[in-house]
């Protein structure tokens, strides 16, 4: 009655900077804010003429008005007059500045928007164009709408069917693909650092369809959706190489990081086009899709029989990242106050993100400097292939700026091993992060695990081992609490009349899910729906800090 899971430990490792480089940084540092501090411009001659011309231009009028014997009124009016014209002249500065700072907000805008436009071949000249794919793809794109839609028909449609009692009736009343056809963009293969067995892939997807496909449960209702887009990285591993045909013994199949989606709703879905519902949605379907086919996730399609698929469809990570989030400099000021006539400063805080895992700073209150110190770690299923993105927030109670953003390649991470200094920040006119960033490997020795003494040494808050779950399945589930084996039991419970209730309300199989807990890190499996043998094939991943310690705690739930 208890699930069959695979358990791994494995060592993590890695090197910080050498001492020698760390001091070279701050003493570096150190250096340019002495210079910072001692580098005041001593007043000329020239800034003394002005000092002295702005004074007799102040004091004149004031001798004038003694010379004539002319009433203290005139001086008073004339210092009306001069406040009058100095405020209308800051209210006209104002709405400049303002108009300036909108026109180059546009020209960003509008500059971000061309970019993202453009295909990645103009970008990345290891890029390659495919526009012969694309052509071939454009000409079968008829035939490859029979084929899914007999798919959808016979086998989509009854597996619906049949996964509830209340979707009995479910058809699909209409299927058509539309007559526009995916496009690919780009195409990247890698050559470098990756296995000799195996192709690397990643194609640049880019679908705007104009498909139309109507669902209907009979006597209930009615829902669709016209017309999709999708844009995102498809990643294509073929592996292993063989030497007989087809050559390649499978192919697998996943997004790097989550695809952009927008889906035009129809019938009673059209419910979900409503601002904020729209957002909910699309992100439950993302979600949806990311169980499925984003990383850690993979769709593997065996090509022959002698293939282990499970190893293909969960490979060990490529290694662990170590984020050192420490500071920022010269953000850009977001608070304004009194219509923009005041500049205040902004209340910042990092969103670091790979893949599917997010990490959120604290937010640091009324500073453009702000100083987080703050240490995440994160797993890596692709090197090269997945990138680190940090973004750069001012915290407010409506909607949060952007103060910049950043994109760094763990690739080159993981060839550097340390990387540590300041980068610039993206989408804004000036900003920077300070940020250190290290590879760790994993060991699959066990005997070279760190013991208590060697972890005493570093910062306890670290991990110092990675745990991998491979949650596979589990067999023979009780309907419900009181089905047991034990007779004994089982009669008590048969005399009472809560339990013949329970039992006529429990007739069907268990919709089960898996919760696994390490302290208080906790993660689900998904659903497996009216089984007492249910099928997860997932894996699940758990930083550990003393091995001798904690504990995995395993638990199905219906």
Known sequence: MTPAAEVKEYEVSGGAAPPEQRTSQSSEITNEEVRGKTNHRVPGLMDLLTHFAKAFFYLFPVYLTGYFGLSIAW????????????????????????????????????????????????????????????????????????????????????????????????????????????????????????????????????????????????????????????????????????????????????????????????????????????????????????????????FTCPLTSKINVSHLRFPLPHGVVRIYVKQAADLIRKDTYLMGMVQGKSDPYAVVRIGTQTFRSKTIKGNLNPAWNEIYEAVVHEAPGQDLEVELYDEDPDKDDFLGSLLIDLGEVRKDRVVEEWFPLNDVDHGKIHLKLEWLSLLTDQDKIYTEETARRINPALSNALLIVYLDSAYNLPRNHYEYTNNEYSMKKKNKQKYIKSIKKSTLDPSSSVQLAVDNKKQESKICYNSSAPVWEQAFTFFIKNIHSQELNIEIKD
């Open 75 to 298: 001086i008073v009016f004339g210092l009306f007059v001069w406040m009058w014209w100095k405020k209308n002249r800051s209210a006209k500065l104002s709405r400049l500045q303002a108009a300036f700072r909108l026109v180059d907000e546009e020209r960003l805008v509008i500059t971000n928007e061309i970019k993202q436009e453009l295909p990645p071949w103009v970008h990345f000249p290891d890029v390659e164009r495919v526009e012969w794919l694309n052509k071939i793809v454009s000409q079968a794109w008829p035939y490859i709408g029979i084929y899914l839609e007999k798919l959808f028909k016979d086998r989509i449609e009854p597996s619906i069917c049949g996964s509830n009692v209340y979707l009995k009736t479910f058809i699909f009343s209409k299927l058509h693909f539309g007559e526009k056809s995916p496009k690919i963009a780009g195409v990247k293969v890698y050559t470098d650092e990756v296995d000799k067995r195996q192709v690397i892939i990643d194609l640049q997807i880019s679908y705007i369809g104009d498909c139309e496909i109507n669902v209907e449960i009979k006597k209930v209702c009615k829902a669709g959706l016209k017309g999709v887009l999708l844009h995102g990285t498809l990643r294509v591993i073929l592996e292993p190489l063989i030497g007989q045909m087809p050559l390649v013994g499978a192919v697998t199949l996943f997004f790097i990081r989550p695809p952009t989606l927008e889906i035009n709703w129809t019938g009673l879905t059209n419910i979900l086009d409503i601002p904020g519902v729209n957002e909910m949605s699309d992100t439950k379907i993302l979600d949806a899709i990311a169980s499925y086919m984003v990383l850690p996730n993979r």
